[in-house]
């Protein structure tokens, strides 16, 4: 059973930074495809970024202002966001993958984080 808990989140203002954490209880962290996504009130969750062990992919929406690592020995992966936009005010969610072998569906991850609110106040 793999455990992914988020932190990190809160209130920012517009052009302001914030870096959330995943932490994971799982024997084997390096073998997982780990991906970051985000839900807007009233509208699907969509993807945001992903990593394998140094691959990283991430969403046309914020690609240039956000940045994503993961450190295998502590089993954490972590979303520095930068430049935050109103737009960017949403529920941020941990999601693991066995394999990695990259994907930005939602179906595809087998195990989520209870997600972190983050609101970007303009």
């Known amino acids: 059973q793999v455990q992914l808990v988020e932190s990190g989140g809160g209130l920012v203002q517009a052009g302001g930074s914030l870096r959330l954490t995943c932490a994971a209880s799982v024997r084997t962290f390096s073998r997982y495809f780990m991906g970051w996504f985000r839900q807007a009130p009233g509208k699907e969750r969509e993807f945001i970024a992903s990593i394998a062990w140094t691959s990283t992919y991430f969403a046309e929406s914020v690609k240039g202002r956000f940045a994503i690592s993961r450190d295998n020995a502590k089993d954490t992966v972590d979303l520095q966001m930068n430049s935050l936009k109103p737009e960017d005010t949403a529920v941020y969610y941990c999601?693991?993958?066995?394999?990695?072998?990259?994907?930005?569906?939602?179906?595809?991850?087998?195990?989520w984080g209870q997600g972190t609110q983050v609101t970007v106040s303009s």
């Open positions: 999601a693991a993958k066995l394999g990695l072998v990259p994907t930005t569906e939602v179906n595809d991850y087998d195990y």
